[in-house]
């Protein structure tokens, strides 16, 4: 070999510097796979990161939410106790116009017993002059029976008058009984009508009530007034605590960009080392990705050509809900046929290695028609938490990695990212996609995901 490297012309010193290059080559590859590791790893972190910030600002916008209720419902609070001030104070009002009421109504009631008492004097001087009328009647008939014949027409006359002289009298009597038992219920309830507050201890039991109340109504107010003022200062510290939990998810907001484009750099660093021909721990599963979307892409083709569908079938965007479905599942007029042909590119991909997790194909818009049979068990009614994790299928998955992958159109794409196993769980993943492609149209994607 050195001699054909002396016939051409090169110097004795070649070998020696082909054996440092090919050293160097060697130790070049070897930076380039331990670099290549390292970004993984960084990019493991960077999907870390990401999915806790998300995470945090889910938490962190959902007390947003729930601060701004608050302070809404504050308002409505502080809003209804001034309606609670308004009416104690005409509740307060209402009741000093009832008690003024009740003393007119006592002066009134004043004016009756007068009113009665004289009734009661009259009563009392036809009594009198009725007991005078039964004497002089009474006279009268004794003096007719000393009359004799002649004098008996004048005494009927006079035993009539005496008679009805004793009615008068009765009657009257009767009257200023009546009268003195009225007398004093009347007189009793214009004292309760007319001891206000103002005489303390002689304060009747209606003025008590009403002062009562007049307590009840001031009490009903000041705690009104309190809680009004209460919640006006939980209404500003509220909106105080949303400002800073707005400010909060504003920095959250800008940490999860940060992270964001980290992760992408770190996905395009290893993108570029797996380009540029240097074999690393990824090359693998890249080439399994493009391969199976390449025999996925036959059989589509085969299929229109067979007639088994029509094109438009095939890029069917209807996503029809399925009732009763939780996550929510869908069907498209291609799913008969993904159910037939996609399971004998699917199930083939996962034995490719014990770190692979799972292998489907979906259109442009992430919908996952059929997935890994061990993912396509029928969901559960109101098991959402399982369902999640085993009822994958029939389902759109329009996350970022989920739409990156099937809208990728380049040779392949590689990302880093926190797959939702339900119920809190997330485990962190790798995926290589690439491309399918149908009569030269774009349909979507085959989505290779992996454990690192």
């Not at 609670?84 to 017993?113: F, K, M, P, S």
């Not at 201890?201 to 107010?221: P, T, Y």
């Not at 996550?327 to 996962?350: G, I, K, N, S």
Request: net charge neutral; charged share 25%.
């Amino acid at each position: 070999m050195f001699d054909r490297l002396r016939r051409r012309g090169l110097p004795e010193s070649a070998p020696a510097l082909l054996t440092e290059v090919a050293d160097a080559e060697r130790k070049a590859l070897g930076t380039v796979k331990k670099l290549s590791s390292m970004v993984s790893t960084l990019g493991r972190d960077a999907a870390e990161v990401r999915g806790v910030l998300e995470d945090t600002q889910k938490a962190v916008e959902s007390q947003g939410h729930a601060m701004h209720a608050l302070a809404e419902q504050l308002g409505q609070v502080q809003s209804a106790q001034q309606a609670i001030g308004a009416a104690t104070g005409q509740t307060r009002d209402a009741v000093a116009q009832a008690r003024a009421a009740l003393a007119h109504v006592g002066e009134e009631v004043g004016g009756i017993v007068q009113t009665l008492r004289s009734v009661s004097d009259a009563a009392a001087a036809i009594t009198k002059i009725a007991l005078q009328t039964r004497l002089v009647a009474f006279n009268a008939s004794v003096e007719a029976k000393r009359a004799g014949e002649a004098g008996r027409g004048f005494g009927v006359v006079a035993d009539a008058v005496k008679d009805l002289a004793g009615q008068v009298e009765a009657s009257s009597k009767a009257i200023i009984g009546s009268i003195v038992a009225l007398d004093a219920r009347v007189e009793t309830f214009s004292r309760e009508l007319r001891a206000d507050a103002s005489q303390g201890k002689n304060q009747s039991s209606i003025h008590s009530a009403f002062a009562l109340v007049e307590q009840d109504v001031s009490l009903i107010a000041a705690s009104a007034e309190q809680s009004r003022n209460t919640s006006a200062s939980l209404n500003e510290r509220a909106a105080v605590l949303e400002g800073e939990v707005q400010q909060v998810i504003r920095g959250l907001q800008t940490a999860f960009a940060c992270s964001d484009r980290f992760l992408r750099l770190s996905e395009a660093l290893i993108e570029q080392i797996a380009e540029s021909g240097v074999e690393i721990d990824d090359s693998m599963y890249i080439r399994g990705a493009q391969q199976a979307a390449a025999d996925v892409s036959s059989l589509l083709e085969q299929a229109v050509a067979s007639g088994a569908i029509r094109l438009d079938q095939l890029f069917d965007e209807q996503y029809r809900p399925i009732a009763g479905t939780n996550p929510a599942q869908h069907q498209t007029a291609f799913v008969e046929l993904a159910d037939r042909l996609f399971p004998q590119v699917q199930e083939r991909l996962l034995s490719l290695s014990d770190k692979v997790v799972f292998c489907i194909a979906v259109d442009r818009n992430g919908y996952v028609a059929a997935h890994n049979r061990k993912y396509c068990q029928p969901q559960r009614a109101g098991d959402v938490v399982w369902n999640t994790a085993n009822s994958r299928y029939r389902r759109i998955f329009n996350d970022r990695t989920g739409l990156a992958s099937a809208r990728n159109q380049r040779p392949f794409l590689l990302q880093t990212y926190r797959r939702d196993m339900g119920g809190g769980k997330f485990v962190l993943l790798k995926e290589a996609s690439a491309p399918i492609s149908v009569a030269g149209r774009h349909w979507g994607g085959l989505r290779l995901a992996f454990n690192f």
